[in-house]
């Protein structure tokens, strides 16, 4: 019998590619390019829509022990990942075109995996499936999945940050470098002075948005506070874009020896390097306020914007009470969830959980008992936590240190907060290693 994937996103391509390694045949629906989702701009399987960036590459951050944790468990799309690298510090930026050309590649090679460009409005009936729609279901999915948990969807708002052309940055007022000199001097850094810095605040806060559709607005808007757009931030207070993506710390100006007031960087984008996108400037301003904006920006005068900054809803079930952490629902076993629709927010978290669905799918079809991670991985700590039963009031989650199973440490080491992590990281993989 086939295992019916819906979703060609990062958790959908990774579940096709490790049922395919378990050589079980795999029908995978991708509903573009024959109906889009207003944030897709290509045709690809895997396409990344929002940032470049899959976030920090060291296992001294938790999103990186998440990449370590992949790693080991043969994760297809991190190591596809890791061939379309672009300088990026710590962090781990791809190539967004190569990448999703390279997903699109190996699966449609794969003689396991048939990919069918067809919208799917309808769980399937009595067919092992697994739901990877992503944060953009459509609304007859929307319906069928609505009908199925018995309980409200929930939803929050998600920005998409502007990608500026390279050749329009004036290099005499930007320059490169890494907060801290960490890694390869790789950002392109716009710094500001305080008068410069309190004309783009006054802008900012005065720009007129973009209109939330009727329906969007029935719940009123959520924001996920790990994405919210730059004019959310700024409503905060004055100085908030300074202590959040605007600050300075650890950026110095070699020209001058000296840290800014505020500092703007802007991240790699293709492997070209053609293209960047401004870091942490998701938004939803109407576009002639982005760019008066990003023109006020030193540096980025005659900024040319490739593509504007968009916002769009998000779409997550209430996954405690939908879901077991092995990602299989509580009254279907033939039927798992993976992605941002699970509540897990980020693109490795999406992988992780596509990983870990595909793996227990592989072994539910063949009859062996399915993989419940243990709280003290990066993974296993995400599924604990979007199915914890008690939330109270559940929202996405993306890896940090808080949700893993605390360790046995005394005060000081706890209170050292490098070595708390390595030692967190070091347990994690080792327990990972144990699996094999």
Known sequence: MKVIIIGGGLAGSEAALQLAKAQIDVDLYEMRPKKTTGAHKTEYLGELVCSNSLGSDDTGAASGLLKAELRKLGSFLINVADECKLPAGNALAVDREMFAGKI??????????????KEITKIPENTPVIIASGPLTSEGLSESILKFTGSNHLYFYDAIAPILEKDSINFDKAFYASRYDKGEAAYINCPMNEEEYNRFYEILINAPKIELKSFELENNAKFFESCLPIEVIASRGKDTLRFGPMKPVGLIDSRTNKESYAVVQLRQDNMAATLYNIVGFQTNLKWGSQKELIQSIPG????????FGVMHRNTFINSPLVLNPTLQTKTIDYMFFAGQISGVEGYTESIAT?????????????????????????LGALCEYITFPDHKNFQPINSNWGILKDLDMDRKIRKNKKLRNQLLAERSLNYIDSLF
């Open 354 to 378: 596509g990983l870990l669905a595909g793996i227990n799918m592989s072994r539910f079809m063949t009859g062996k008992s399915l993989l419940k991670l243990n709280t003290v991985s990066i």
């Open 104 to 117: 699109s590649a190996l699966i449609n090679s794969n003689p396991y995996i048939n990919v069918i460009k």
């Open 300 to 307: 980025l005068e005659n900024a040319s914007i490739a593509k």
